[in-house]
């Protein structure tokens, strides 16, 4: 059964003559224990407000620990930690999404009418991903502690939560 948040989006955005590419906020992010910065993962939209098939996704920091500001993502974290690798499924409007960090949750990225949405199995059940949260420990080099998913829950529309230690 299809959500019916991301088309609640849509008539909401359609109804305030705003186009996709003006009120989607971020699909997901990735917070962490070490300090306020998030790595934002957002939909990438063409001049004409629809979704990029060649680049749909990006990442990029924002510095919340600082001033705000925006940045992108370092070499290191581009292939190590941060970065994401993207492959579109058939024809479809979906994408296969790996993020390094998580390489053995698989994520699907959804286009179509209104806002995209990235969806992974989150306690067992098909979830509108929005927020990963690392627990890290150590300096220069932490050691990741935990991980925690958080979503909505697709046929239900209720929060669902899991923790794990990679």
Not at 96 to 122: D, I, M, N, Q, S
Not at 134 to 155: F, Y
């Amino acid at each position: 059964m299809r959500s019916r948040i991301p088309a609640a989006l849509a008539i909401l955005a359609l109804a305030f003559g705003a186009r996709a590419d003006e009120t989607c906020g971020p699909l997901f992010v990735i917070a962490r224990s070490l300090n306020a910065n998030v790595v934002l993962y957002e939909a990438h939209f063409r001049a004409d407000g629809t979704l990029d098939a060649e680049k749909p996704l990006t990442a990029t920091w924002r510095l919340d620990a600082q001033d705000g500001r925006r940045e992108g993502l370092n070499f290191v974290e581009r292939i190590r930690a941060y970065g994401i690798d993207v492959t579109a499924i058939g024809q479809t409007d979906a994408w296969r999404v790996k993020v390094r960090a998580l390489p053995a949750r698989p994520l699907v990225l959804h286009a179509g009418t209104g806002c995209p949405f990235v969806t992974a199995e989150v306690d067992g059940r098909t979830a509108i991903l929005r927020r990963v949260y690392v627990t890290a420990t150590g300096g220069l080099l932490p050691k990741v502690a935990s991980v925690e998913l958080t979503g909505v829950d697709r046929e239900t529309a209720l929060p669902v939560t899991e923790r794990f230690t990679p």
